[in-house]
């Protein structure tokens, strides 16, 4: 079988290629580090079992067939009409614990069942209707655009026995689609059901990447989706760009609430952005803070764009002079400057320089070894003096033999050289013919 927790399988070239059913890359998937535990005998063990369809979609179901199941058994389970065919995500106790967390509280006689485990013919017709899926998507694209309506259809997701098809769509107003039902059932010979689902469960059902370079975390893990508000981003001192902070759904990104309490928590204790703060240099305003390192800036009225860092408790510190009605003779001193200690490894081979390649490689030069003979001798005769140096002898140079001369110097090499030749050629001759001359035939009188 292929992947049936992505959106392609196996058939279609994607998934995980696993020839079971693949439980690692769906997406929800929970980890049961409760599977190795045995029950008491006098308990029994419970029969609710979690259910994991296309793109996430999960529910409970009762185990009454007496068949144990494991996570990952492909199972077919009870739906209003018909049946449909999903995967085990959860057995055991920790069902009843995510039960408790997603506030179910059905009771178990009125939960619906598992019929059985999938047989081939089942598992093949489910994979005929996934294949149906995305022609279908785009089928009913054109219908809507045909009617006119202002609405946009993002997934279908069929029924595991062909009989029935849910649209999942986003519209901005109340949209009237039943004359589209009508078109639909007609086309597709299925029973029709439509779904209107917000801009951050069509980002969850679709998956994508982040502009953190990760899988979006509503289709991975988030399931529990609050509203964020623009003051998240402000009480993280970030700047208010709609680029920025706008996800691939168009709303605000879900993580500005993921570390909101810790910023709420460490504001607390830091004084308020508006108060001014005066010493015998002038008035001074806050420009930005860093909320962890404890350290806020601020600036003199009269010279802006000079930052002047300040600790939170020197900034408590003035703002109680203040009050007293005195003013210090400077925001900051040498001696209570916080320092900024920069890492270590900044700029060490010099990567930050434009004119790095600049600078052409100086050669090392090699020293001279002195010869101690050598000085001795020196300090024992002294050098002569320029005048008495004795005159090298003056190199000859051969004087230049004109053009005509030159050429019969080369008429007579040449002629040489094949006299030479011609010499070696008769040796060699001669050394042939005397290898090659008969030999007189043995005497008599040696033979005996």
Request: proline share 6%; glycine share 6%; hydrophobic share 30%.
């Amino acid at each position: 079988m292929s992947c049936t927790g992505c959106s392609t399988n196996k058939d279609e070239g994607g998934g995980c290629g696993k020839k079971s059913s693949c439980t690692s890359c769906g997406k929800l998937t929970v980890f049961d580090w409760l599977a190795h535990m045995e029950y008491p005998k006098n308990i029994p063990a419970p029969n609710i079992v979690e259910v994991r369809f296309k793109n996430g979609r999960k529910d409970f179901f009762t185990n009454q067939t007496g068949v144990e199941l494991f996570q990952g058994d492909v199972v077919a389970t009870e739906v209003s009409p018909g049946h449909d065919i999903g995967v085990v995500s959860m057995t055991g106790e920790l069902v009843s614990l995510q039960m408790k967390k997603k506030n179910v509280k059905t009771p178990e006689s009125e939960l619906k069942k598992v019929y059985r485990k999938a047989k081939q013919n089942d598992i093949d017709k489910w994979h005929e209707a996934r294949k149906l899926e995305e022609p279908t998507m785009f089928k009913a694209r054109t219908l809507a655009l045909k009617l006119k309506l202002q609405m946009k259809i993002s997934d279908v997701e069929y029924q595991g026995d062909k009989t029935k098809a849910v649209f999942y769509y986003t519209a901005d107003d109340r949209v009237d689609f039943r004359e589209l039902i009508k078109v639909m059932a007609d086309e597709f010979k299925v029973k029709i059901e439509m779904k209107q689902i917000g801009a951050r469960q069509e980002a969850s059902r679709l998956g994508g990447i982040g502009s953190c370079g990760r899988e979006l975390c509503c289709s991975t893990w988030l399931t529990d989706f609050r509203s964020v508000a623009t003051s998240a981003a402000r009480y993280q001192q970030l700047s208010l760009n709609p680029l920025k902070l706008a996800g691939q759904c168009g709303k605000l990104k879900c993580c500005l609430n993921f570390e909101l309490d810790s910023y709420m928590d460490a504001l607390k204790d830091l004084p308020d952005t508006n108060t001014k703060l005066e010493s015998t240099k002038g008035r001074a305003f806050h420009q930005k803070t860093d909320i962890f390192k404890r350290i806020m800036w601020f600036s003199y009225f009269d010279s802006p764009s000079n930052f002047i860092p300040l600790s939170v408790e020197r900034v408590k510190e003035i703002i109680e002079l203040n009050k007293d009605g005195k003013k210090p003779d400077d925001l900051i001193t040498k001696t209570e400057a916080p320092e900024i200690n920069l890492p270590d490894y900044e700029n060490v081979v010099g990567q930050d320089s434009l004119t790095r390649f600049d600078n052409a490689k100086k050669k090392k030069k090699k020293k001279k070894k002195k010869n101690p003979e050598a000085a001795t001798i020196q300090v024992d005769k002294p050098q002569p003096t320029r005048k008495e140096q004795p005159e090298l002898p003056k190199k000859q140079v051969p004087p230049v033999q004109p053009k005509a001369t030159q050429e019969g110097q080369k008429r007579r090499n040449n002629q040489e050289n094949k006299e030479a030749q011609n010499k070696g050629n008769n040796k060699a001759q001669q050394h042939k013919n005397r290898r090659n001359k008969p030999q007189p035939p043995p005497n008599s009188l040696e033979s005996n």
